[in-house]
């Protein structure tokens, strides 16, 4: 029955709180790698977190991917989130414009009929151009934002698939995986032990930045990515996991 099937996602719930040390989980229904509408679902329990959490004048910083893309087309206009300003979380990761969190910041805007903020910075920078670059004015101010948010909503992956997406070259490849990267969150990858073996060179929101004043939601799903989840929830910072429920059971097997 819907009872006995609603029982057993909020046991699920309450073993990855315990597991992960994360303060909420949410578990939606399904797998996000095999069915398209669970993406939906841990969008739709996100939504419902910001409209309760955000008000007027807030920043929210967001990182870029096909989870978060889902998270702007599930978003809609509310009193709540009228007044806010979605940013993204870091500059160019080496993916594709749509996945961007540029795109995906200017996307929830539009369909929250919201605020937003661009951040151009190009891909690949060198170390001169980063440090000229975090001098500009412009620039500046609009790190303040990001890297002082309200709210911080990303996903994690795999670390070799996203380095592979990113178009990585073999070198960068071998090197993670001599260094045993497990996952990747906005530019951050990870062992197993949570702990950082590699931060992509592009400005934005730093991991050390981040303490309790801001809520960080953790948004990831899929079967695929439970070695991934493990590895970044172990000794990240994160408020709430919205998850799925083939996720949630391969995260337990896990650990
Ligand atoms: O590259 C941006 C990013 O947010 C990564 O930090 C993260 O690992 C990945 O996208 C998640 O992508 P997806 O939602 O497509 O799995």
Same mark, same amino acid.
């Given at each position: 029955?819907?009872?006995?099937?609603?029982?057993?996602?909020?046991?699920?719930?309450?073993?990855?709180?315990?597991?992960?040390?994360?303060?909420?989980?949410?578990?939606?229904?399904?797998?996000?790698?095999?069915?398209?509408?669970?993406?939906?679902?841990?969008? *739709?329990?996100?939504?419902? &977190?910001?409209? +309760?959490? @955000?008000?007027?004048?807030?920043?929210?910083?967001? #990182?870029? =991917?096909?989870?978060?893309?889902?998270?702007?087309?599930?978003?809609?206009?509310?009193?709540?989130?009228?007044?806010?300003?979605?940013?993204?979380?870091?500059?160019?990761?080496?993916?594709?414009?749509?996945?961007?969190?540029?795109?995906?910041?200017?996307?929830?805007?539009?369909?929250?009929?919201?605020?937003?903020?661009?951040?151009?910075?190009?891909?690949?920078?060198?170390?001169?151009?980063?440090?000229?670059?975090?001098?500009?004015?412009?620039?500046?101010?609009?790190?303040?934002?990001?890297?002082?948010?309200?709210?911080?909503?990303?996903?994690?992956?795999?670390?070799?698939?996203?380095?592979?997406? *990113?178009?990585?070259?073999? &070198?960068?490849? +071998?090197? @993670?995986?001599?260094?045993?990267?497990?996952?990747? #969150?906005? =530019?951050?990858?990870?062992?197993?032990?949570?702990?950082?073996?590699?931060?992509?060179?592009?400005?934005?929101?730093?991991?050390?930045?981040?303490?309790?004043?801001?809520?960080?939601?953790?948004?990831?799903?899929?079967?695929?990515?439970?070695?991934?989840?493990?590895?970044?929830?172990?000794?990240?910072?994160?408020?709430?996991?919205?998850?799925?429920?083939?996720?949630?059971?391969?995260?337990?097997?896990?650990?």
């Amino acid at each position: 029955s819907s009872i006995q099937v609603l029982t057993g996602r909020t046991s699920l719930q309450a073993k990855l709180e315990r597991a992960l040390h994360v303060k909420r989980v949410i578990v939606a229904p399904g797998n996000s790698d095999e069915q398209d509408w669970v993406k939906k679902e841990m969008s *739709r329990a996100c939504v419902d &977190e910001m409209i +309760q959490t @955000l008000g007027e004048g807030d920043v929210v910083a967001v #990182a870029g =991917g096909t989870t978060l893309a889902a998270l702007a087309a599930a978003v809609y206009p509310h009193a709540r989130l009228s007044n806010v300003t979605f940013v993204p979380a870091r500059g160019g990761l080496g993916e594709d414009v749509e996945l961007q969190a540029n795109t995906i910041s200017a996307d929830l805007a539009k369909q929250a009929e919201a605020n937003y903020r661009l951040l151009h910075v190009p891909d690949q920078l060198s170390e001169t151009a980063y440090d000229s670059l975090i001098e500009e004015p412009g620039i500046r101010e609009l790190l303040q934002l990001i890297r002082h948010p309200r709210m911080v909503i990303h996903s994690v992956g795999d670390a070799l698939s996203m380095a592979t997406r *990113r178009g990585s070259t073999e &070198e960068h490849l +071998q090197g @993670l995986e001599t260094k045993s990267a497990q996952s990747e #969150a906005f =530019g951050y990858y990870f062992d197993h032990h949570g702990k950082i073996v590699h931060k992509e060179r592009t400005i934005g929101l730093q991991l050390s930045d981040l303490n309790e004043e801001q809520m960080v939601i953790t948004v990831a799903g899929g079967a695929s990515k439970a070695k991934a989840i493990a590895s970044y929830m172990t000794h990240r910072p994160s408020d709430l996991l919205i998850t799925d429920e083939a996720a949630a059971k391969a995260v337990l097997d896990t650990l």
